[in-house]
């Protein structure tokens, strides 16, 4: 059973000033062993409404995270036995913990008609720590779970920036338009510890054992790193109403991050390295007649090889990694908004990505592969009588390996044409709610996922699922919401993603959640 509580708390101080308190922390005894987490977090914000047209707001979000120490369940014969269910290989002093604080001051200022200014300066912390053993293999030899990767880590992440935005509202040679610019600026200070190469190893019983303790393994836990990132960002948009039904919307963006890296334990590999890259879209949107519209859009994008604050030294000279996406699509709201329901296909090429170098036996990458997908999504949502409504979506997807070439055993193995890892072909929700009296309601809905592939060869198959859940909200008082909900109601074992080879990371079982929301 999860416990939760929710408190919020609004009013004016006078009459240009209000403020918001909110407070939520929910802790739960987790579905297997030893897995207890907790979440809290409190926020507070005053807004100042210094004249008609200027107002500040200044926030505060800190929250506090246990989440689960739970990394999965070993595969027995290629299957998940039913008396593994509910057993967490972890160490008996795994610890995860994640604390984050966001300081916000925003200013909105209409400047005059039809231009107005909005600027939010900002400030987080970000300090997390893991400490677990995470890799978890069956031995048919031995009959026994050899378990791997202890890894602990610690980032310590701290960041300021700046996002300003204009946006100008009027006419062009008669045309509506809307025009929105500005730019965005932050500065980074990372530091990574850790205990690379993350070693260690033991074997217990798959059924009865000691969980053991996380011990010191052959590297001790140091300072690996740090990197200094800032990143500068100019950003515009537009869009200009041809005629009353149709529309072009254009816009474009330049990013240039710059990466400072220290490396404490081989200098060597420190750097520093200056990116830059380019986005933008245009499309177009008609509306023939009163609510449907139809779109269609060409974007252009960029993005890291990987993470810039962890960028290594092996891809300092590596660009940023290259998109591109086709979309058109259609919705349509009807029955006097009772109704509304989507249709959009699309299609992306991402390219620029690392695949195995043949020609280094150490295991370097090339900046050449690419991946692709296709896909068709849809969705409706219609409000019957007496209370009923009913929503459902759908997505199709095509996705695969253009050039994806990797080293297996020394030997350089191409993966082209292959199902990219942990992702689903097919996932549909089916919903359906009834307010059956007043201010109380009843839902429950079935989530589909289809099957997906946990290797690159496509030999491992992870089955598709269908999870039912549901529940009953009661709304006493504008004030406060009850509600009882219930996951995964016919209890199904299913598999969500697989972290290693041999290993799955299970859905919760049935689960039942009793919360309470109190406004005041």
């Known amino acids: 059973m999860t416990r939760r509580l929710s408190v919020d708390s609004t009013g004016p101080i006078n009459p240009n000033v209000s403020y918001r308190i909110n407070a ?59 008396a593994l269910r509910f057993k967490n290989y972890n160490a008996s002093d795994s610890t995860i913990r994640y604390q984050d604080s966001w300081t916000q001051f925003k200013t909105e200022w209409d400047v005059a008609d039809g231009i107005k200014i909005n ?57 509506e338009n809307r025009f929105v610019a500005g730019f965005d600026v932050n500065h980074i200070d990372f530091t990574h510890t850790n205990n690379s190469p993350f070693g260690g190893a033991s074997s217990v019983n798959p059924y009865v054992f000691d969980p053991g303790s996380f011990f010191a393994t052959t590297t001790a836990t140091s300072p690996g790193f740090n990197a200094i990132v800032n990143q500068y960002a100019l950003f515009a948009e537009d869009r200009l109403s041809l005629t ?95 109704g509304e329901w989507t249709l959009a296909g699309y299609q992306i ?66 993966y082209a044409g292959n199902v990219p890892i942990n992702v689903p072909q097919q996932v549909s929700n089916i919903w359906l709610t009834w307010d059956f009296a007043s201010n109380w309601s009843v839902y429950g809905g079935v989530q589909i996922v289809g099957q997906m592939y946990s290797d690159l060869a496509n030999t491992q198959l992870r089955p598709g699922y269908n999870v039912v859940n549901g529940g009953v909200r009661w709304k006493p008082d504008d004030r406060t919401t009850v509600a009882f909900r219930v996951y995964n109601l016919f209890d199904k074992v299913y598999a969500v993603t697989s972290p290693y080879a041999g290993q799955w990371l299970l859905g919760m079982p049935r689960t039942a959640e009793l919360s309470v929301n109190v406004k005041f």
Do not use: C
């Open 24 to 82: 939520t922390g929910n802790m739960s005894d987790g579905w297997v062993d030893r897995d207890k987490t907790s979440n809290a977090a409190v926020s507070a914000a005053v807004h100042v409404q210094a004249s008609e047209n200027l107002a500040f707001t200044l926030s505060e979000d800190y929250g506090d995270r246990s989440p689960s120490r739970y990394f999965g369940t070993p595969l027995i014969n290629g299957a998940i036995q039913d």
């Open 119 to 175: 600027n939010t300066l900002y400030y987080l912390t970000s300090e997390r720590h893991w400490r677990d053993i995470e890799s978890y293999t069956w031995n048919p030899k031995t009959n026994l779970i050899d378990r791997g990767n202890y890894i602990e880590i610690f980032h310590d992440q701290k960041q300021a920036g700046n996002r300003m935005d204009a946006t100008f509202s009027g006419h062009i040679f008669g045309l």
């Open 244 to 338: 009353d039904q149709l529309s072009v919307v254009t816009g474009v963006r330049y990013d240039r991050p710059e990466v400072d890296r220290t490396d404490y334990r081989t200098p060597s590999n420190s750097f520093d390295v200056a990116l830059s890259g380019t986005s933008w879209r245009t499309g177009v949107v008609y509306e023939p007649i009163r609510n449907l519209a139809f779109y269609g859009q060409y974007a252009v994008g960029v993005d890291p090889v990987g993470n810039l604050i962890s960028l290594s030294a092996t891809q300092k000279t590596f660009q940023l990694a290259t998109g591109r996406q086709t979309e058109i699509g259609v919705k349509q709201s009807f029955l006097g908004g009772r």
């Open 349 to 414: 090429v991402k390219n620029n990505l690392l695949v195995a170098d043949p020609n280094n036996p150490a295991g370097l990458a090339l900046q050449v592969g690419q991946q692709s997908s296709r896909g068709v999504e849809a969705s409706v949502g219609l409000a019957l009588d007496y209370g009923w409504r009913i929503d459902a979506n759908v997505a199709l997807l095509q996705a695969k390996y253009d050039n994806n070439s990797q080293l297996v055993s020394g030997k350089l193995v191409s």
